[in-house]
């Protein structure tokens, strides 16, 4: 596991509670380290079990916020569990979550796959992250 070193700016970020929040700033500023840290966080703390965390498209996610160096394994290990083509009951690709008050499901979902998406509508989210939402069509 890295160690995440975090300028007062994002601990700031990180202790902020609002119901929705935007990243901007410039390539390589470390939005998507902190953003998804603090969702991962967010995931665990709520009340819900299923949470959505989507991207591109599944490499995309998998090499920018799931496997990346600071990313969702590097920073939280054996909590997290990373099933790309889902397992057991849950068919879509997944993160399992240990969390304290019990595990938590978070689909993996790319723009680029509108018959994932179709699976997943209807459900009861706690947490969803959308990267590069200025992409998303």
């Given at each position: ?11 700031a970020?990180l202790?902020c ?15 998507t ?14 009340d819900?079990k ?5 991207g591109?498209?599944l490499?995309?996610i ?75 069509p």
């Amino acid at each position: 596991m890295s160690k995440l070193k975090l300028s007062p700016k994002y601990k700031a970020f990180l202790k902020c509670k609002a119901p929705v929040e935007f990243l901007e700033g410039t390539t390589a500023a470390g939005k998507t380290t902190v953003g998804v840290f603090k969702f991962i966080l967010k995931c665990a703390a709520s009340d819900k079990k299923l949470h959505i965390l989507s991207g591109l498209d599944l490499g995309t996610i998998e090499k920018n916020i799931i496997n990346k160096d600071l990313g969702i394994i590097d920073n939280f290990g054996i909590l997290t569990e990373y099933h790309s083509n889902g397992k057991g009951k849950n068919s879509l690709p997944h993160i399992v979550l240990h969390a304290p008050g019990g595990d938590k499901i978070i689909y993996v979902l790319g723009y680029d796959n509108k018959t994932r998406w179709k699976k997943a509508l209807g459900g009861q989210y706690g947490c969803l992250y959308i990267d590069e939402i200025g992409v998303y069509p």
